[in-house]
């Protein structure tokens, strides 16, 4: 028997296995995705964000609204397979963003 997966990516991995064309996500009013599009989509823009510098236990700030989450979904397993934190930020303004987020120092490790 494999070992328990541990994380949401794993998790992910395992279902993409398991049941690749079962639906995943499914958003009212929205879009769709099965497990293997969830994680096809989430590979590959994990990649981009390691292209664009995103680097293990870098924060990612994900601004959101019920409005495409299932856009979201794919953003935070994303930044989780590029190795990075996820941080979710509820979009409840239509104002623009403020200017881009600072990147935070890193934790010191032991």
Known sequence: MP???TT???LLDA???EH???TAL???GGGELSYRRWREEALRA???LAA???TPRD???LRFSNARWERYAVGFLAVQYAGGVPVPAVRTSPRPMPPPWPRWPKPARS
């Open 26 to 28: 499914q958003v009212v």
């Open 59 to 61: 924060r990612v700030v």
């Open 20 to 22: 690749p064309d079962h």
């Open 52 to 54: 664009a510098g995103v």
């Open 8 to 10: 949401v990516p794993e």
């Open 46 to 48: 994990a990649v981009g």
């Open 15 to 17: 279902r993409a296995t």
């Open 3 to 5: 070992p328990a997966a």
